[in-house]
């Protein structure tokens, strides 16, 4: 698998769930951050949730807040994103992004970070 490369995304209906994975390629074992991000048709690239390797704090966008849940895997090998609850609005390209943290200031602040991994395809529909 290539580094940062997300899986598990597809096609849902509303109120569906979905859990998305990436390979964390040893960024979590040097105190980086790990975010994932997405592109919604038509709109610029967004911060969803990211966590905070070096002290294991998250951050949440509001849109997503209580449906989705960031973390590692128990061996930190991989970056999931638990889905719950989706809606039409989470459509969207969704990418996992690793960031030093001496460049990241605000971890969902998707100008953050210029290490992406390929995307995985998360369709909701109504």
């Known amino acids: 698998q290539e580094p940062l490369e997300g899986s598990g995304g597809g096609s849902v209906e509303t109120g569906g769930s979905l859990r998305l994975s990436c390979p964390t390629s040893g960024y979590a074992d040097v105190s980086y951050h790990l975010t994932w991000l997405r592109r919604p048709p038509g709109r610029e690239r967004e911060g969803v949730a990211s966590l905070n390797t070096a002290d294991g704090t998250t951050s949440y966008s509001d849109s997503v807040k209580g449906r989705f849940t960031i973390g590692l895997d128990n061996a930190k090998k991989s970056l999931y994103l638990e889905m719950h609850g989706l809606k039409p609005e989470d459509t969207a390209m969704y990418y996992c992004?690793?960031?030093?943290?001496?460049?990241?200031?605000?971890?969902?602040?998707?100008?953050?970070?210029?290490?992406w991994g390929r995307g995985t395809q998360v369709t909701v529909s109504s």
């Open positions: 992004a690793a960031g030093a943290p001496w460049r990241v200031n605000r971890p969902l602040d998707a100008s953050s970070y210029s290490t």
